[in-house]
């Protein structure tokens, strides 16, 4: 049994120490910063798409916009049934454990049924589409309203059918493919072709045709270069096709499959609820409000692409000192990764909404309260995700439902009486609960947690770069634009200092690719899987 070392609680480590203590996350920083790369392109590029949309249409059209597209990643999750998250781990932990020819018939049991569903949901969108959009909208007129919703019931099985192949990528542990497609592709096109829409002076019919039409470029590139990773099995192997294999995935899968749908429930059903009880001008306001904090979610998974099938092969192998390790330094990486955005909206909320356009500042509470929740849920670190490898997908289904109970019954009972304010509240709430549950089973049924001295230094540095120095400008000289951002700059770059000083103890020189010696490996099964996972992500 190998001696417990703790490198992110400080204490002093051998160089040996280290090493092993290093060997399981090598990969992970490097990925985590390939990962880190695309998604700063692609939240500045989704939020181009935001600020284009909503400066270039009236509230009401925006409003469409956001609600329908809001609908569509609805029932476009719903369609692809949890399997792009599940498909990671039994792809990692089929490598893991040295099974090449179980990617395929994971991938063949996967699949068809996510296609069919996804053709069910699409035909179901597309026949109701009259009343769907008058629910959702509450009455309001829309352009062309049966086109649009044909055009995005025809895209659903072709995104969920992409959510899973870019997944499977990950699972075979190659990076580039989500971080060209899904972080730069996909939103890249969506910005370009909704600018030509509107240039042409197109309407909120015209921009949601330009925003589904890239999943179809995508998707045909996430198919290829996944035909190109698949490793191949013998002729034996292929043709040895357990019956049992499907039921696993299966079992595994299903609970994840409805927890997926309640996640993306809490990050979108408020927007439908808003624009039906409050309309689409509401919607818009809310919509751009939340979508400013929701950009930091790209963080959590950023992390979560790159520790996930580390993670789930230290799992599959029963490393769990290693993953427990791997846990609490993630969580840190999470922080350092998404506090300075939430500390910065909570303190200039107003100026952040204006660069969406007249209207749009009364969105300014909203932004304070989701601030202050996802400070709590990025510190409560990958916590679903734990769950999910450790097989308690049940538990994780069962949390995240409690979660979207919780946030449409408030939704429901706040917006008649505090308008988006009401929505903001409920999903606050929300997101504060599921995580304090998750963090207690977690903690009590495997005596994992993600709190420690790494991770609480982190935090706070971020609180005294984004959240004192901006509080003091804006005190001394008013919330004006000039003071907060001088004040975030100095706070950017003491930040960026401190992180180079810790750059040990997070882990980051294992960018660069250093390895640990293999005579230092902890275990020849270790040593093979690192060797492995170096290989894949070259």
């Keep these: 049994m190998r001696k417990n070392t703790n490198d992110e609680s400080g204490t002093t480590l051998t160089a040996e120490a280290r090493r092993r203590t290093a060997a399981p996350f090598h990969g992970v920083a490097r990925s985590g910063v390939a990962n880190l790369v695309g998604g700063v392109l692609g939240a500045a590029v989704n939020l181009g798409l935001l600020v284009l949309v909503a400066r270039s249409l009236p509230r009401h059209d925006a409003g469409i916009v956001f609600a329908t597209t809001s609908l569509f990643v609805l029932v476009e999750a719903a369609a692809r049934l949890g399997v792009d998250v599940s498909i990671v781990h039994f792809f990692a932990g089929a490598r893991a454990r040295g099974r090449p020819a179980e990617p395929a018939r994971y991938l063949r049991a996967a699949l068809v049924p996510v296609l069919v569903v996804g053709a069910v949901a699409g035909l179901v969108l597309a026949l109701l589409a009259p009343q769907i959009l008058d629910a959702v909208l509450r009455g309001g007129s829309v352009s062309h309203g049966r086109g649009l919703m044909i055009a995005l019931a025809v895209a659903i099985p072709v995104a969920a059918a992409y959510d899973v192949v870019v997944g499977a990528t990950r699972g075979l542990g190659a990076v580039r493919p989500t971080v060209a497609l899904e972080r730069f592709l996909r939103p890249t096109l969506q910005v370009v072709l909704v600018g030509i829409a509107l240039s042409l002076g197109g309407g909120a019919f015209a921009v949601v045709l330009a925003w589904v039409a890239p999943y179809f470029v995508v998707a045909v590139l996430g198919g290829v270069w996944l035909r190109r990773l698949l490793p191949d099995g013998t002729d034996q192997e292929r043709r040895a096709v357990g019956s049992g294999e499907p039921a696993a995935f299966w079992r595994f899968t299903l609970p994840r499959a409805l927890a997926s749908m309640a996640q993306i429930g809490l990050q979108r059903l408020d927007i439908l609820l808003v624009g039906a009880l409050r309309g689409p001008v509401a919607a818009a306001v809310y919509t751009g409000a939340t979508r400013f904090v929701v950009v930091g979610q790209l963080g959590n998974q950023v992390i979560s692409y790159a520790v996930q099938p580390r993670l789930a092969g230290l799992v599959a192998v029963g490393d769990l000192d290693s993953a427990r390790r791997l846990y609490r330094l993630s969580t840190a990486w999470l922080i350092a990764l998404t506090w300075p955005l939430f500390l910065v909206v909570a303190?200039?909320?107003?100026?952040?909404?204006?660069?969406?356009?007249?209207?749009?500042r009364s969105g300014r509470w909203v932004m304070l309260l989701l601030a202050g929740a996802m400070l709590v849920g990025s510190g409560s670190g990958l916590v679903d995700i734990v769950l999910i490898t450790l097989g308690k997908t049940r538990w994780n289904l069962g949390d995240t439902l409690v979660a979207l109970t919780i946030n449409v019954v408030l939704n429901i009972?706040?917006?008649?009486?505090?308008?988006?304010?009401?929505?903001?509240?409920?999903?606050?709430?929300?997101?504060?609960?599921?995580?304090?549950?998750?963090?207690?089973?977690?903690r009590r049924g495997f005596r994992l947690d993600p709190f420690g001295g790494l991770a609480t230094l982190v935090a706070a540095v971020a609180a005294v770069c984004f959240?004192?120095?901006?509080?003091?400008?804006?005190?001394?000289?008013?919330?004006?634009?000039?003071?907060?951002?001088?004040?975030?700059?100095?706070?950017?770059?003491?930040?960026?200092?401190?992180?180079?000083?810790?750059?040990?103890r997070l882990q980051l020189d294992l960018v660069r690719g250093r390895r640990p010696p293999r005579s230092d490996a902890a275990t020849p099964a270790m040593q093979t899987r690192e060797d492995s996972f170096a290989r894949d992500e070259a």
């Design 347 to 360: 303190v200039a909320a107003p100026l952040v909404l204006d660069i969406l356009g007249p209207g749009y």
């Design 413 to 442: 009972v706040l917006i008649p009486r505090l308008g988006i304010t009401g929505a903001a509240l409920a999903w606050a709430v929300s997101i504060v609960v599921g995580n304090v549950i998750a963090l207690t089973q977690v």
């Design 467 to 504: 959240a004192a120095l901006p509080g003091v400008a804006v005190a001394v000289f008013g919330l004006r634009v000039w003071p907060v951002v001088a004040a975030t700059a100095v706070g950017s770059l003491a930040y960026v200092a401190v992180l180079y000083r810790l750059r040990g």
